[in-house]
């Protein structure tokens, strides 16, 4: 039973350049969220999506920062004109549809940790 | 505005002993709680979860506490092992549809031998 995945683990770019962050969640999960943890902080939510539907995108960015979750496929977070002010480690989470299950547990993937030169 | 508090960046505990995080919240509409363990360069791991209806959940060596009247909860780990050292983070969320978790700042556990 494979767990959250995301790739890549570590991502490398330039000031200006874009980063693209992918997170396929667990078998049966329906529900993604993006969360970024600064370093020496908790982690902060960005944004809830379910399959094609942005739910809450309350802790995202106004500004170059986009997230989706296709019919097909994993889920994107975008990131254009990065800023060295955006290097933080990204973690996805998924948890399954509030119909068949009461709880809320949110399973994390290994996170890809962006690093803006 | 930070609405879920861990006080305590780091905590050092004797192998065998009881460690005990705590964590505070001010959102009184926060209905679930959670732990989550998190090692260097790994996602966070869940642990333990409780309802607002509930002030006590055990499962194994890791006991729950809440305190809904003094916005409290609080992870026991005993005994505490050496494969415990990790940070540990507090998260809750609110009824409705966002079901977005609010997390703490995390604590570090280190259990020494």
């Known amino acids: 039973n494979a767990g959250v995945m995301q790739n890549p683990r570590h991502l490398v770019r330039r000031r200006g350049q874009e980063a693209r962050l992918r997170c396929s969640p667990m078998k049966g999960h329906s529900h993604v969220y993006w969360y970024r943890q600064l370093p020496e902080e908790g982690l902060k939510f960005m944004v809830y999506l379910q399959k094609e539907n942005i739910i809450d995108e309350s802790g995202m960015p106004k500004e170059r920062f986009s997230a989706e979750f296709p019919k097909e496929g994993p889920s994107i977070l975008r990131i254009q004109q990065v800023v060295r002010g955006d290097s933080a480690a990204y973690f996805c989470?998924?948890?399954?549809?509030?119909?068949?299950?009461?709880?809320?547990?949110?399973?994390f993937g290994p996170g890809t940790r962006l690093t803006v030169l | 505005d930070q609405q879920v508090k861990q006080n305590s960046p780091s905590l050092s505990v004797q192998e065998g002993r009881i460690s005990i995080l705590n964590c505070d919240y001010t959102?009184?509409?926060?209905?679930?709680f959670l732990w989550y363990k998190k090692y260097p360069a790994e996602g966070p791991t869940f642990l333990i979860s409780?309802?607002?209806?509930?002030d006590k959940n055990e499962d194994g060596r890791f006991t729950v506490f809440l305190n809904k009247s003094a916005k409290h909860l609080s992870l026991h780990i005993v005994p505490s092992q050496p494969g415990d050292s990790a940070v540990y983070f507090c998260a809750a969320s609110s009824p409705g549809g966002a079901q977005k978790l609010v997390f703490g700042q995390g604590t570090r556990l280190t259990i020494n031998p």
């Open positions: 959102n009184s509409m926060f209905d679930y």
């Open positions: 409780i309802s607002s209806i509930k």
């Open positions: 989470a998924s948890s399954p549809d509030r119909r068949t299950s009461s709880y809320n547990e949110q399973f």
